[in-house]
């Protein structure tokens, strides 16, 4: 709520209101928050870890595990299966609502572009003459006036200081020494030259026109002026051969524009009054459309992405009912400088594809089902023969162990990893066995040979103290919240209104 550092009201009242609240509202709302806030500190405060409790976490926490793993290809066993047609149909229409084909469109465009018109115009001395004629107050310096003032306190200072010049005293002598005006007078009053739109009124009240004519005293805001007209800079024009070319390009820009504007409206003409097709549309402009291929609303080619031209697009607008031919947009600008102009040619609405397009992606699905459900089987056979110390389980599968590696927990991220470390020890000199799956979908046979404590440094240990204090504070409050439902007698309605 603070602009400069400082608390700005209207900056507070402004959010509170954005809130929806009023300002004895938001009051009350931060009131119940700092109280909240105020009880879950002092109560996590109480809490604690002793030592030896964060000791036994980081042994439980920070792991090194040697695996060594068997993974079964789901993909070399999904090309054994097969799939009966009854399979694929009874897939294709349990699961519809997975073989949508999106809306499709085909568009015939016209652009136009101010640029490539710009390009074709030409510009004749005549139009620059003429133009230049017309705006020339907007190559011409006005008429300047170069002043000198001497600024004094009182009317008597001021009538001393005429007094002195009359006398034939120098102007840029008595500014020096009477003026007031600390800046003026460090240049003998030297105010430099303005034109009539930069002078202060007192200025123009003096209504001096002659260079060195000196003015009478004059009343001001900062006590009573006099004013010296140094010299006269009458208005000055530059000529055509100085601004010829600045002149030709904006002659040629002023006609670009009205030729592009002057166009827009032909082919609009063009369009809405033969709607049946862009043909008057291309005689008007001069250029055949362009035809896209289909294309979706998530795949807009890039000619066509422009807010206001996928907007006229998918509107709805420009198609016609159940499948017939639509209309023409009129000129639709974007970026200032192009313009379309366009017709839905051709229209697919979203439909569910036809079997025979998805019956191979459907036989793939129903393969690599089929194999995962019989690997899966016969991945818990070898690992129960497994548990039961049969070592040839894998061998008699087609399948080996690979060479053993060293898996840390802090390091871990992987579903396969964090299936390694929900694994239970292994008993001595005797491996631990699990099934999980590997990130390709593989199932993945296990075998965990050892489990060793990861050497955590200091800092590390500081960290890993700190984010279990955190996780236990949430606990913590949470019992706190729990206990305090489960014991207050809490009053609704007409009760509570009755007690109050």
């Known amino acids: 709520f603070q602009t400069n550092n400082r608390f700005d ?6 959010q509170v209101r954005r809130l929806g609240v009023t300002p004895d509202m938001y009051a009350l709302m931060l009131r119940k928050q700092l109280t909240s806030q105020q009880l879950i500190r002092g109560f996590g405060n109480t809490a604690f870890l002793l030592p030896q409790e964060i000791d036994n976490l980081v042994k439980l926490a920070a792991q090194d595990r040697v695996v060594r793993v068997a993974t079964i290809d789901i993909a070399a066993k999904a090309k054994a299966q097969t799939v009966a047609d009854d399979e694929i149909q009874s897939y294709y229409d349990q699961n519809k609502g997975n073989f949508i ?4 469109f085909k568009v ?4 136009l572009d101010a640029a490539s018109i710009m390009d074709g115009v030409k510009v004749d001395d005549a139009a620059i003459n003429d133009f230049y004629e017309q705006n020339k107050s907007d190559y011409s310096q006005p008429e300047r006036k170069k002043f000198s003032v001497i600024q004094v306190k009182n009317e008597a200072d001021a009538t001393s200081v005429l007094d002195a010049l009359k006398q034939g005293g120098d102007f840029a002598t008595l500014a020096k020494e009477k003026s007031t005006d600390v800046i003026s007078r460090r240049n003998g009053g030297d105010l430099g030259w303005m034109d009539e739109n930069s002078m202060i009124d007192e200025l ?3 209504k001096l026109t002659e260079k060195g004519q000196v003015s009478e005293a004059i009343k001001s805001s900062v006590g009573y002026l006099i004013v010296r007209l140094d010299d006269v800079q009458p208005q000055q024009v530059k000529p ?6 600045e002149i030709a390009e904006k002659v040629k820009h002023e006609k670009a524009q009205d030729g592009y504007y002057a166009l827009q409206q032909k082919i609009s003409e063009a369009a809405s009054n033969d709607n049946e097709s862009l043909a008057s549309a291309e005689e008007a402009a001069g250029v055949k459309a362009t035809q896209t291929d289909w294309f979706t609303r998530e795949k807009v080619p890039a000619a066509l992405n422009f807010q206001p031209v996928t907007q006229a697009i998918f509107s709805g607008a ?12 009129d000129v639709i600008n974007v970026d200032g400088d192009r313009a379309f102009v366009l017709r839905i040619t051709e229209h697919k609405p979203e439909s569910t594809r036809p079997l025979d397009q998805v019956r191979t992606e459907i036989v793939e699905v129903l393969k690599r089902q089929k194999a995962e459900q019989q690997t899966r089987v016969d991945a818990e056979k070898i690992l129960a023969e497994l548990k039961q110390g049969k070592d040839d389980a894998l061998k008699a599968a087609g399948l080996s162990f690979g060479e053993a590696k060293t898996m840390s927990s802090i390091s871990q991220g992987d579903a396969t990893a964090e299936a390694i470390f929900a694994m239970p020890h292994p008993e001595k000199d005797k491996p631990s066995y699990a099934i999980t799956q590997d990130q390709a979908g593989n199932v993945v046979l296990v075998a965990l040979d050892s489990v060793t404590p990861h050497q955590l440094n200091d800092e590390q240990k500081t960290q890993f103290a700190s984010q279990v204090q955190q996780g236990s504070l949430g606990a913590l409050f949470d019992s706190l919240l729990s206990s305090l439902r489960s014991e207050a007698k809490i009053k609704m309605g007409n009760a509570a209104q009755e007690q109050q």
């Open 101 to 104: 084909a999106p809306e499709e």
């Open 108 to 111: 015939s465009y016209i652009t």
């Open 204 to 206: 123009k009240q003096a």
């Open 318 to 329: 420009l198609l016609g009912e159940n499948g017939a031919a639509g209309n023409n947009s």
């Open 9 to 14: 009201n209207e900056k507070y009242l402004d």
């Open 240 to 245: 055509l051969s100085e601004v010829r070319a």
